[in-house]
């Protein structure tokens, strides 16, 4: 089940949808993420997703401007549902593996899904709606990795893992790696990164 962020939720600058609008975008979506599970980036179509969800196909485009927009969102939505670590008993180096991990999961076990996603948001150009949702889905992702490493992250070492986190994405959806071994490269670059930090991280977080 997809578990959309609600409107009390939306990032800044997002429009708030009522309620009405919040259960017909959580439709949409939903129908989205079950006609990827189902079909080829090749066959999904807004209006396809939109009959599934039996809403008009106008009301669709309201939501989402585009089929990779709409591949954008559950990606995005799929990013949201991945958990924030920040057990202190755990070193910091695991922590943020944990949620490259996590993160790195996210489609491992729907390659179609895993295709599409990795489709509509490196091949939309200059589409501003998927645009916007690839900045949101960098917010959701840097939180994530902040938060792992406590108070006082290194937005040196932030950025880094970013960038590493990104690019294995492009790696694992190239068919050079299965997202599970993308995982376990991303352990290795945490180790790299973050040599011995684990007391360090564990003793800043619980201050």
Do not use: W
């Not at 009522?18 to 079909?39: D, H, P, S, Y």
């Not at 927009?69 to 755990?90: G, M």
């Not at 900045?135 to 290194?154: K, L």
């Amino acid at each position: 089940m997809v578990t959309v962020t609600s409107p009390a939720e939306q990032p800044p600058g997002q429009a708030t949808r009522n309620r009405r609008q919040e259960e017909t975008f959580r439709k949409v979506l939903a129908a989205g993420i079950e006609t990827l599970r189902e079909k080829s980036y090749g066959d999904l179509t807004v209006r396809a997703v939109a009959a599934r969800a039996k809403v008009a196909p106008a009301t669709a485009y309201t939501y989402f401007s585009s089929k990779n927009h709409l591949i954008a969102e559950v990606y995005l939505d799929l990013v949201r549902q991945v958990p924030y670590f920040t057990d202190v008993n755990d070193p910091m180096p695991t922590r943020v593996d944990k949620v490259l991990r996590h993160l790195a999961l996210v489609v491992a076990d729907e390659p179609e899904v895993g295709a599409a996603c990795t489709t509509a948001l490196l091949g939309a150009g200059t589409d501003p709606a998927v645009g916007a949702a690839r900045d949101r889905i960098g917010a959701e992702i840097h939180r994530r990795i902040a938060t792992a490493i406590g108070p006082g992250a290194d937005p040196s070492t932030v950025s880094a893992l970013e960038m590493t986190f990104f690019g294995a994405l492009v790696q694992a959806a190239s068919g050079q790696f299965t997202y599970h071994q993308i995982a376990d490269r991303l352990a290795y670059v945490v180790s790299q990164l973050l040599p011995g930090a684990g007391t360090t991280g564990q003793e800043t977080t619980a201050q």
